[in-house]
Nanobody
Framework: VQLQASGGGLVQAGGSLRLSCAASGSTFGVIADGWYRQAPGKQRELVAVLRRDGSTRYADSVKGRFTISRDNAKNTLYLQMNSLKPEDTAVYYC??????????????WGQGTQVTVSS
């Protein structure tokens, strides 16, 4: 599975951005897709996860502001980010987790896209 993230940029506080992550290759075994972010000097953290059963999980800091979704026809994952805050500034990475039954799970990562929110 190869992942290509895009859509980052510079936006003022209160603004919106939509990130995209296009997947290529076989995604048959993928059980969940997600977005993570890493701010300078901090560890990478979960932003949102969308499981193949349709369930979602969000970080408390983005609940009510961010929405994760997927277009299966385009094999593309999205993250709609509204009401952005300066503390949302980070490099955002898309992720796909594949379950190799009997062998465990493996994470694929996109290359990251920078989101900068100015105050």
């Amino acid at each position: 599975v190869q992942l290509q993230a895009s859509g980052g940029g510079l936006v003022q506080a209160g603004g919106s951005l939509r990130l995209s992550c296009a997947a290529s290759g076989s995604t048959f075994g993928v059980i969940a897709d997600g977005w993570y972010r890493q701010a300078p000097g901090k560890q990478r953290e979960l932003v949102a996860v969308l499981r193949r059963d349709g369930s979602t999980r969000y970080a408390d800091s983005v609940k009510g502001r961010f929405t994760i979704s997927r277009d299966n026809a385009k094999n593309t994952l999205y993250l709609q980010m509204n009401s952005l805050k300066p503390e949302d500034t980070a490099v955002y990475y898309c992720n796909a987790r594949e379950d190799f039954i009997g062998l465990g799970e493996f994470d694929y990562w996109g290359q990251g896209t920078q989101v900068t929110v100015s105050s």
